[in-house]
């Protein structure tokens, strides 16, 4: 199995490895691994009556590194049960990783939760760099589609009866975004 999180990766140096592990079936997708329902080829793999045809008791399946087939340590671990019930192991050639044996099987867990920690590192740079950001003053998000000014004429020709529909169709927005302006200058008056 394999996978490349971005249109920029390429999936090619993972397929020679695979190819020279003496891989028979490649599974290849370039999707994120952070949602696996995501991951059409990751389910293809999965599923029973396709695992069935692929791989049977005694198999080994293969990853180029342990990132390409879970991105947490629960999801790992549910994948290495699965394969476990299925008398299927494990072998991760970047990162030597055989759980054939049980050395190899304490290795495969102790470098998932580091992969694991490691993008909560991540995550957590990511929100501190927003954070930052926020208190510089940069917005994020859509820009608003109505200044303030726009929503207090809005909510003054709506007061002299002008429809939600009607204005709606004058400003050239939803009948919700009209709502909203009346409710945002209603509670400032």
Same mark, same amino acid.
């Given at each position: 199995?394999?996978?490349?999180?971005?249109?920029?990766?390429?999936?090619?140096?993972?397929?020679?490895?695979?190819?020279?592990?003496?891989?028979?079936?490649?599974?290849?997708?370039?999707?994120?691994?952070?949602?696996?329902?995501?991951?059409?080829?990751?389910?293809?793999?999965?599923?029973?009556?396709?695992?069935? #045809?692929? %791989?049977? $008791? +005694?198999?080994?399946?293969?990853?180029? *590194?342990?990132?390409?087939?879970? &991105? !947490?340590? /629960?999801?790992?671990?549910?994948?290495?049960?699965?394969?476990?019930?299925?008398?299927?192991?494990?072998?991760?050639?970047?990162?030597?990783?055989?759980?054939?044996?049980?050395?190899?099987?304490?290795?495969?867990?102790?470098?998932?939760?580091?992969?694991?920690?490691?993008?909560?590192?991540?995550? #957590?740079? %990511?929100? $501190? +760099?927003?954070?930052?950001?926020?208190? *510089?003053?940069?917005?994020?998000? &859509? !820009?608003? /589609?109505?200044?303030?000014?726009?929503?207090?004429?809005?909510?003054?020709?709506?007061?002299?009866?002008?429809?939600?529909?009607?204005?709606?169709?004058?400003?050239?927005?939803?009948?919700?975004?009209?709502?909203?302006?009346?409710?945002?200058?209603?509670?400032?008056?």
């Amino acid at each position: 199995m394999l996978r490349a999180s971005t249109s920029s990766q390429s999936l090619e140096n993972q397929i020679e490895q695979l190819k020279a592990a003496g891989c028979e079936k490649i599974f290849s997708e370039k999707r994120s691994g952070k949602n696996a329902t995501d991951r059409k080829e990751f389910r293809t793999m999965k599923e029973f009556r396709t695992m069935k #045809e692929y %791989v049977r $008791e +005694g198999d080994v399946l293969f990853v180029t *590194k342990l990132d390409r087939l879970a &991105r !947490s340590v /629960i999801d790992l671990h549910k994948f290495a049960k699965y394969l476990e019930d299925k008398e299927v192991d494990l072998k991760v050639l970047n990162q030597n990783i055989d759980t054939t044996s049980p050395a190899g099987r304490l290795l495969f867990t102790m470098l998932g939760a580091i992969a694991e920690f490691e993008r909560d590192l991540i995550n #957590e740079r %990511v929100k $501190e +760099g927003i954070a930052a950001a926020k208190a *510089k003053g940069i917005k994020f998000g &859509r !820009s608003a /589609i109505l200044s303030y000014k726009d929503k207090k004429v809005i909510y003054k020709q709506h007061q002299k009866g002008k429809s939600v529909i009607w204005l709606s169709n004058f400003f050239h927005v939803a009948r919700n975004t009209i709502y909203r302006a009346i409710k945002d200058v209603a509670k400032k008056e």
